[in-house]
Structures are given as structure tokens and as C-alpha cells.
């Protein structure tokens, strides 16, 4: 597996503003996860979107993938206070270690 | 799913001790993946957890400071041996859904090194 480039590093926005994230890697993929972490705590799985998907959505959560650019992008929508965390992505070529990258520190204002 | 139950959930140690970490999977799984991550930093991996054989380490992580136990398909343990204020960190386990291919976390334990 490699690991993903998150981008921003850190995002500041009001509650109920939509907020989005992007993803890089570098080599192909079978699929790319998304993943949150609320204050030091275990990773949560968000989203999982395969190398042939472009597009998926899972409640508030719109992932997409495009896998000529080699990028991700995590758009939250009607974000709230509980959105607050950090936010990781993992590009996986099918192995079964995960390897995680910086993330995006999330901060949702009331 | 998996559900993991980690503890302790933090504690406070000193210098030159040692602090086992166990988590339990309330399913059987092949293989458990103990991560370190350091204060205000992402995660990093320390090995690879199989059942009945030794685990795989990352370079950087060394059986002798990591120890790790996989007696059955539903526990393993991490020690962290002989510690200095460096190891100060968040260690977490997880397991991988065979299905979906994702992980599930542990709660992770917050480890401060005096």
C-alpha cells in the first residue's frame, strides 16, 4: 500500500457550510478509504470507492476518484459541530496494511 | 464489522518500564496491525500481527522494543519495553474486514512516558 497526500492540512468553516478534502497518491490503486479521527481516538471507516467507481455517496459523505489524475476528493455537506476531526484517505493496491498520510485537520465552528 | 476492545485506554509510566496493550476482537481475524501515532502526527506502523508465526515489522521497529503476542485468531498484546519519553505516543490496534477490506480500530491507548 502507499500512503495519501492530504490537502488541506487544515480546514476552519462555519456549521452547515459544505467542506472538502482532497487526496493524492502516486501509483495505482484498487481502492482508496477514507477515514476520521475524532480527537486521538481509533480511526473510523468513512467511505470505501474501487478503482473502477467515480463517484460515491454515503449520507452527508460525496467521495469521487479520478484515477487519471490520481487524486480523491471528501466533501462533507451541511457540515456540524460532531464533523470536527481529523480526516484520512489510503490509496490500498489490494494489500492488507494501510499506511496513512498526514490528514486533514477539520475544525467546524457553531 | 469488528468490534475491538483496547486497554488500557491511557496510562502514565516511567522511564525504563515496560506497559502491555491488549486488544480483543469479539470475531476471529487473520491478521491484527499494531500503528503508533506520535503527538501531532499521523499514524506509522509498527507490524503485522498473523497467528502462529512471528510478527512482521516495519522498518524503523524492533521485536526486542515491540513485542508482540498473537496467541489465538481473537487477541494479541503490544509491549512496549523499556521506555523513554520518546515513546510517549497513541498506540492503536486494528483489524482488517476480509469482506470489505477495511480496517476497524481499537480506542486506542494514550501513552505518556515520564
Known amino acids: 500500500s502507499q500512503q495519501g497526500e492530504e490537502d488541506p492540512q487544515a480546514l476552519s468553516i462555519q456549521e452547515g457550510e459544505n467542506a472538502t478534502m482532497n487526496c493524492s497518491y502516486k501509483?495505482?490503486?484498487?481502492?482508496l478509504q477514507w477515514y476520521r479521527q475524532n480527537s486521538g481516538r481509533g480511526l473510523v471507516h468513512l467511505i470505501l470507492i474501487r478503482s473502477n467507481e467515480r463517484e460515491k455517496h454515503s449520507g452527508r459523505l460525496r467521495v469521487t476518484l479520478d484515477t487519471s489524475k490520481k487524486s480523491s476528493s471528501l466533501l462533507i455537506t451541511a457540515s456540524r459541530a460532531a464533523d470536527t476531526a481529523s480526516y484520512f484517505c489510503?490509496?490500498?493496491?489490494?494489500?492488507?496494511?494501510?499506511?496513512f498520510g498526514a490528514g486533514t485537520r477539520l475544525a467546524v465552528h457553531p | 464489522s469488528a468490534v475491538i476492545s483496547q486497554k488500557p485506554s491511557r496510562d502514565i509510566c516511567q522511564r525504563g518500564t515496560s506497559l502491555t496493550i491488549q486488544c480483543q476482537v469479539d470475531s476471529q481475524v487473520t491478521m491484527m496491525f499494531w500503528y503508533r501515532q506520535q503527538p501531532g502526527q499521523s499514524l506509522t506502523l509498527i507490524a503485522t500481527?498473523?497467528?502462529?508465526?512471528?510478527?512482521?515489522?516495519e522498518s524503523g521497529f524492533v521485536i526486542d522494543k515491540f513485542p508482540i503476542s498473537r496467541p489465538n485468531l481473537t487477541f494479541s498484546t503490544l509491549t512496549v519495553s523499556n521506555m523513554s519519553p520518546e515513546d510517549s505516543s497513541i498506540y492503536l490496534c486494528?483489524?482488517?474486514?476480509?469482506?470489505?477490506?477495511?480496517?476497524?480500530f481499537g480506542s486506542g491507548t494514550q501513552l505518556s512516558v515520564l
Open positions: 486494528s483489524v482488517e474486514d476480509r469482506d470489505d477490506e477495511k480496517l476497524f
Open positions: 501509483t495505482s490503486i484498487n481502492n
Open positions: 489510503s490509496p490500498s493496491g489490494g494489500y492488507n496494511k494501510l499506511i
Open positions: 500481527a498473523n497467528q502462529g508465526s512471528e510478527a512482521t515489522y
